[in-house]
């Protein structure tokens, strides 16, 4: 976990932060590890330690067929000797995608259940049902979402206040489950705002309100003298782009095409793109200030890209 303050924060220059007086800067956490992407590395780090100290030999979790979470799972199961299993959203396809071939090159077992079935996924008897030779398993909830999960990602954090050392600036993340936007928040100083960009359309996804959720695993990981005190994060809804894992159209395409030309960097279609998306539109409308610092994280999740009509 050394390894969170050795990321680069990189300056970005594009046209459209210059011309607002607006200083943008990337966070490169999609470089922390080769094969464990962005944040799914920090939210499988003490998932990964856990299952070391209790003894487990399997680790098993959920997703969808282009998961970044089960792609780094799989992999990091692999480097350390892991038998990991994959319970995974809707009927086996003919092929593998290039995502879960991989997965399954690094020893994955894929389980597909109907998207019906899928939706019990919590549900223990349900995952004996359908996972066969379950052994002494840790099962991790889908997306790394639990509390070892916003714990790695409080590390992230605290190596982005160190880096930013007193400087103000806004942190702004992408949010699936909200973990890596809790972790974050509670990584950093309390007077910091962090911004969470929802890719998910209000009302999907989890069953329980996603604020409710983050809300709960950052004050599970703020120290107790600070319950008390109001939350330094804030969920910046209407950025999805047309909902979750959906083919970018105009002017999101456009946007993700100019966007990744300018910059030199690349983005994930599903997360990032609508991050950066979201700050765009926020710098547009006058949301900061002239000379806001703001920092955006990249999460990774690049693998992802092979699964769409990139730029
Ligand atoms: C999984 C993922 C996210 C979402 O993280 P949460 O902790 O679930 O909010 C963001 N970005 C990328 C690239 C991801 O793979």
Request: charged share 15%; net charge positive.
């Amino acid at each position: 976990m050394q390894l969170a303050s050795q990321v680069p924060l990189q300056r970005l220059d594009v046209s459209w932060a210059r011309a607002a007086g607006i200083e943008l800067w990337v966070r490169r956490d999609d470089l922390i590890h080769p094969t464990q992407s962005g944040n799914k590395f920090y939210k499988l780090y003490f998932n990964l330690r856990q299952a070391r100290l209790g003894g487990y030999s399997q680790v098993l979790s959920f997703g969808g067929p282009w998961s970044n979470h089960l792609h780094a799972l799989a992999a990091a199961g692999s480097a350390e000797g892991l038998q990991t299993l994959a319970v995974i959203r809707g009927e086996a396809p003919v092929s593998l995608n290039h995502c879960l071939a991989e997965a399954s090159e690094w020893g994955m077992r894929l389980q597909f259940v109907s998207r019906t079935d899928y939706s019990a996924k919590q549900d223990t008897e349900a995952i004996h049902r359908w996972v066969a030779g379950l052994d002494k398993c840790l099962v991790v909830p889908e997306g790394g979402a639990n509390l070892f999960g916003a714990a790695g990602m409080q590390v992230s954090g605290q190596a982005i206040e160190a880096q930013l050392n007193g400087a103000p600036a806004d942190i702004c993340l992408a949010c699936g489950t909200g973990t890596s936007l809790a972790g974050v928040a509670a990584g950093v100083d309390r007077q910091r705002r962090v911004l969470g960009f929802p890719v998910l359309k209000p009302g999907t996804g989890a069953n329980r309100p996603l604020a409710a959720q983050i809300e709960d695993f950052w004050r599970a990981l703020c120290p107790k003298s600070q319950v008390g005190i109001a939350s330094n994060w804030r969920l910046l809804w209407g950025f999805h782009g047309g909902g979750y894992g959906r083919k970018p159209k105009l002017p999101l395409f456009e946007f993700w095409r100019a966007f990744e030309a300018e910059s030199g960097l690349q983005l994930d279609p599903v997360y990032t793109l609508k991050l950066f998306w979201g700050i765009y539109s926020l710098v547009k409308l006058g949301y900061w200030p002239k000379g806001q610092r703001l920092v955006a994280i990249h999460t990774g999740g690049l693998q992802g890209r092979r699964g769409f009509v990139c730029p």
